[in-house]
């Protein structure tokens, strides 16, 4: 009852906004294109403290701060519950907001269609792509395995579910690899764990209390630099393009992909900008800016690297075009898993 | 030896001026957010990393920045129990154990003792904690190590057998109240699975019921509704304004050495391996109410009920960073923040950091000593005006509380819906009160039920179904073996006792 | 802990009657809980463990049951008939608090938390304290300005806002970033 008598509030405040925005753009069309945020801008981060995209959203408020790209502070706000799906719910149900903005994860794709919560990218406006988290897989150094290959036949060999993969979450990315994986291991399947994130995941494999991770590059690099950890493949279509040493010998370019080892699978994960539906495109072109603004900066290219992310950069009806077949693709990855939720 | 040398070489890095005001700010800021419920040591250092992302720029800036962040993490550790005791609001959730006697103490108008024993015993805990970091660094990380989901759950189990069967009053409302508490704890996304449980299609339900929501509303405004209908105000208000309290409840406290020792222990072993502070502070108390000759007397204002989960819990919050240094694994919310912190200002957290970051590891070990020892002089500076709110007319403070609570509500979550709960929760609180229906076993089970819940599946999934990976080592097994005996040992106590009966020649009890 | 002696007055609920509806309350919760578990699947599966509904499942079952038997002492004890839960004086005084507080929480969502808080403080120590109203305001004010400035403007936490305080963020912070703070 709440919600909605806020709803309702902030909906009437922001037809009020709109319909002052529209009388501003009608007296002077020239500012019309250059729309700008008239107060606090609220990223919402569809995860809990901490994680991944945590990380990015913290360090995009910090790099803005600094460079001063925006007149108006950004506010971060975590609603992790139900597997993202409280922060999705948020933005579909801002409609029209401009100053609500959101990161994604995976669980973009992956909540609804494994809990049936009601929401998809279809109810947001995609804004632009930042970047794409890459996923290694990894074993513990101590493992015999050298190759992705090694490890898969070793799988084969073995009994059933006698390998045990580690992973964020449960039917996400992490289980959706291995999923996958388990496609060319000859009808062997993984056991696979899930855990609550990825710093946890990384020290059930230094502890050898599973076979291996499927971790994105920043969530184990400290491990790998330590030579606690070793990367088999990237599940990229071509290697990383970062050359500079990481451990003595190997650079992240030096980890071939997994189809360069014969194991054909390939997973990258969004990370994203939507808004809300319903903004105007002067709103949205903003926010493009702003983010190849943000790109621009030194200290964004160091965060990439240290996180060996692909940069691919899109925005409009391309990004949009991505995001669709990236949801087919999800979906029919899940739908084979049986991590579809049932009706 | 070689760490002495380093950590000087860190005293050096961390005492000039610039970095003791920061200091200072930090825990200022840290008591502030620990006050308030709601806001915990996490958001505080989540909401202020950006802040330091240009001071980590500067020379010998992360070593700046990690101090204001991490000050502010003590600071909230300190805080928490300022609430808690005055109110009984615990402002963070691990405070929530120092309620049971601290806020019974405030009510017998001894609140500057409560606070001053608080505050003490946080500090003694997080000293031997740096103390044990400083020096055991490298073996406590590879001990971290040995625990997967088995041991993981061993653990938890160990937690809540040492709470558990020390209530009194009726052992089936005992239970009502823990399965409540287990409920409560399931509602929302099963983590192992990833279905919806119990949501019944309720968006508002997806989050599930925190901890800090529910314990807000059954402890904070549950108090007040009970003090409203005695008669609109709190007993604490008639209290004097003792000045030299601090000294006189120091002369009491070396009396609680054994239990300061074992909740230091707890503590150390919790935080690193990561149970968590919150578990560390309630097996501490449970262990030290069973232990203590005085048993009896807690949940009455007796001080070593504070004393027990204080210790274990800065111990605990102050280890937890361990993990985070020599491994890069966060061992709790706010090392995972810290943690995200040194990412962002480049820094890469893991085994090699003691080697190719010496200044900014032993500036940070350096900061965390002298961090608490500064957290110590300004809280325990403030406990006369600490006290002094209590002397606030009812009528001024009761409302202030109310809104306190609805903020600390709305912020664990930015959701409406929770301050709706809080209220719910409150109600609860005040019959559950009146029917002593126990509220601790329903928090406990409220804080570990989902944690015990996933590690016991994750552990099953890795033995594929067998039980006997709980006994399959000497470590698990061992846990394991200790929380068999605390459950039954009420039990075990009663046959003993029958045994020295029968034997001829009884010894007197 | 307190034994129901508020103020005085004729005995209004018996701790018996509090004691069986509060057992009832808790065995619809363990059916809610029970019934999703069901429908979760509370089996054993193989080579797994638990699924998803079987803790639940018996949580539910221990909480009916240990519900059960509270409800069947409580209905057998003739004691508990004598004892007060609550007298009338004593259920209005918490009333006084609980409905002013649920109308509390109601507003902030309409009108936010800091506009809400200021009536709502004002109106308590009014009614409790007999405060003059004005300074029931100035104590609300000077407490919800704390926390804007806190939450709004330093923290950047933003809390539930209305039409009144929603255009002052801005302003507030354009000024405390003129004069330093």
Redesign the interface.
Known sequence: M??Q??SR?SRS?ILAAGAAALAAGAAAPAAAEAWQP???V?FVIPA????GA??MA??I???V??HNLMS??I???N?????G??GF?EIKGSKGDPHKIIITLSNLFTTPL????PFSWKDMTPVSMLALDQFVLWVNAESPYKTAKEYIDAVKAAPD?QF?MAGT????EDQIITVALERVTGGKKF???????G??V???L??N??NSTVNNP?EA???W??G?LRPLCIFDGKRSIYTNKVTATMAWSDIPTCKESGVGVEYQMLRGIFMPAGVTKEQVAFYVGLFQKLRETPDWK??ME?GAFNQTFMSGDEYAKWVAAAEKTHYDLMKEAG?LAKP | MEEIASLLGGFSVVLTPFNIGLMLVGILLGVIIGVLPGLGG??GV??L??????LA?QPGGTTSAIILLSCIYWGALFGGAITSILFNIPGEPWSVATTFDGHPMAKQGRADEALTAAFTSSFVGALVAVVVITFLAPVVARF??????AELFAVQFLTFASFIGMGRGSPFKTLASMSLGFALAAV?????????RM?YGF??L???FQFLVAVIGLFGIGEILLSMESGLAFSGAKAKLRLNAVLTTWAKLPRYWITSIRSCVIGCWMGITPGGATPASFMSYGLAKRMSKQGNTFGKGNIEGVVAPETAAHAAGTSALL?MIT????GS?TA??L??GL??W?L??????FVEQKDFVWGLIASMYLGNVAGLVIVLTCVPLFAAILRIPFSIIAPTIMVICAIGAYTV?????D??LVVLFGVVGYVFNKLSYPLPPLVLALVLGDMAE?SFR?AM??S?GSLGIFWSNWLVGGIMGLGVILLFWPLIKRVLALVRRRAPAGAPS | MSDGEGPGGPPLISVRTMDIVVALLMIAAAAVVIGDSLRLGMGWQE?EGPRAGYFPFYVGVILAVSSAVNLVRAVLDRNGAGKTFTTKPALLQVLAVLIPLAIY??A???IGIYVASIAYMALFMWHFGKYPLWRGFLVGFAVSAVFFLMFEIWF???L?K??LD?PL??VV?AFMKSIGL
């Open positions: 709440s919600k008598a806020h509030w405040l008239s107060k606090a609220t809990g403290t901490g994680g945590d990380q913290r360090f408020q910090g790099i701060t600094k108006q502070p506010i971060v706000i609603k992790a519950g139900g597997a799906a409280e719910l494994a809990t049936g919560t579910r045990k979450g449960s039917k996400q056991t696979y764990i899930p855990f609550s994130g710093g946890a990384a020290v059930q230094v502890g209390h599973v920043i690099v400290a491990q630099k330590a606690k160091k965060f240290d991590f | 996490a958001n989540a909401i990393l950006p802040l330091t992302f240009t720029q971290a190590l040995k625990f997967g989901p929302g996304l099963d983590s192992v699975t990833g279905q919806l949501t968006t508002d997806l989050k599930g993990p491994l890069g694994i966060p919310p995972a923040v943690l995200g990412l962002i480049g890469k957290p893991g085994p090699l950091l979550n930015n959701a409406m819906f301050v709706w996933s994750q999934l890795s594929q | 080579n929480v109601g902030v969502a309409v950047l936490v933003p539930p209305g039409p929603e963020v801005p912070s």
